[in-house]
């Protein structure tokens, strides 16, 4: 009888793992691309490669019209290559989204615009500038940070679509609201999440049944976290936006973070501009997104500094995350991804 595998496993540019049942005891990690496989021939990355594949097929077997939400960011980038390993040679059973705040880093979008291209899928992008401009959305000035008004444009593109899940990379490790999630999300007919109104997920079993108008948001690396979606970074050798990498940049010290210095988040009056050698460990809206100082140029570097490093990737890094402890709860319960 031929053998079974948990996941079939398409031909990438990385090898298969190496079996280690040579009897010689444990082998030592590697920092650049995770522990060494075990006894079963699986590493850590495999096991959750798997899982992430799983919760993509289960959102493809059960819901009617999904889509994956991507940004250019890591996570996402990564969801597009478990996407490939899910379903290639076959196209994606899903277009992708992006919601464009119009205060977006230009090489994240010039980023996300020729990855969509090279993979020849649809990628739908959906912009806050239209909101406002329709009055769906209201700044209190020109300068206030956009991210939490994406939920309106989001929850627009969501009833114009017509979408019943969205696949988003959101993680677990990232922050304490979205410590709460299921793997499959459960969002009312108003776009809106209850923590407390979720569904159980026993032995990974995923319910997806829903009535018209309400959605699901899947989190297929939900269990994944910031070191090990660096880890299969390197593994996969996957092409990133040039500022997630140590680059020189102008910026101020602000309430202890590193603002940069750009036409839509200027100096103040009396801040000194300083040049740093810096890299984003998350990207988004310019105004609420800051970089981390680094000299990090490679993928193995980022990872010895991501598995050193005592402060977390959002409160490190997400200005608008810091302005209360339930910042990112209250916007999740709006419709926030």
Known sequence: MADIHLVPRLSVESPPPARTDRGDGPQRPSPATGPAP???????????????????????????????????????????RLAEKA??????PFPLLHVDTG????????????????????LIVRSLEDSIRRGRVVLKSPTEPRNK????????????????????????????????ERVFSFRDEFGQWDPKNQRPELW?????RIHKGENIRAFPISNWTELDVWQYIARERLELPSIYFAHRRELVRRG??????????????????????VRFRTVGDITC??????????????????????LTERGATRLDDQTSEASMEQRKKEGYF
């Open 38 to 80: 075990s006894r079963e021939g699986l590493s850590h990355l495999d096991w959750l490669e798997a899982e992430a594949i799983h919760v993509l097929r289960e959102v493809a077997g059960q819901c009617a019209n999904p889509v994956l939400l991507f940004s250019g960011g890591k996570d996402s980038i990564c969801l597009l």
């Open 87 to 92: 379903f290639r040679p076959a196209r994606f």
């Open 103 to 122: 205060h977006n880093y230009a090489e994240v979008t010039d980023f996300r615009d020729r990855r969509a291209a090279e993979l020849g899928e649809r």
């Open 149 to 180: 008004h994406q939920s309106v444009t989001l929850l627009d593109a969501i009833a114009e679509f017509e979408f019943d899940a969205c696949i988003g990379g959101a993680r677990r490790d990232e922050e304490k609201a979205r410590a709460k």
């Open 204 to 208: 990974s079993l995923y319910n997806a």
């Open 256 to 277: 202890g973070a590193l603002v940069p210095v750009t036409p839509v988040t200027p100096s103040r009056a009396g801040e000194t501009v300083e040049t740093v050698s």
């Open 289 to 310: 997104t800051a970089p981390v100082e680094s000299t990090a140029t490679t993928v193995e570097q980022i990872v010895a500094e991501t598995a050193t490093t005592t």
